[in-house]
């Protein structure tokens, strides 16, 4: 029963360090999240307001439609 209860209080103790230590880590990164969120917000709400201007492509620059199946390919037995 010794051996079971010595067990027992070594996990819990264990336990107990993870779960404490898990809160202060998150206690300690909280503000750096919150600024990172904070920032991403401000980045979204600027993006709405600027208007992006599209320009038409430059003539020959876009590559002309090739046929999707070329002819000259032949097949080859094994």
């Known amino acids: ?7 027992y209080l070594v996990l819990m103790t264990a ?3 993870m ?9 300690i990164d909280r503000p750096e999240r919150k600024a ?11 993006s709405r307001r600027r208007k992006v201007e599209y320009r038409s492509a430059a003539p020959g620059s876009r590559p002309e439609p ?10 080859r037995p094994h």
């Open 1 to 7: 029963m010794d051996t079971e209860m010595g067990i």
């Open 15 to 17: 336990l107990l360090w």
């Open 19 to 27: 779960v404490v230590t898990f809160a202060i880590l998150s206690a």
């Open 36 to 46: 990172r969120r904070q920032e991403r917000r401000e980045n979204r709400t600027g």
């Open 66 to 75: 090739q046929d999707p199946h070329p002819r000259t390919r032949r097949l």
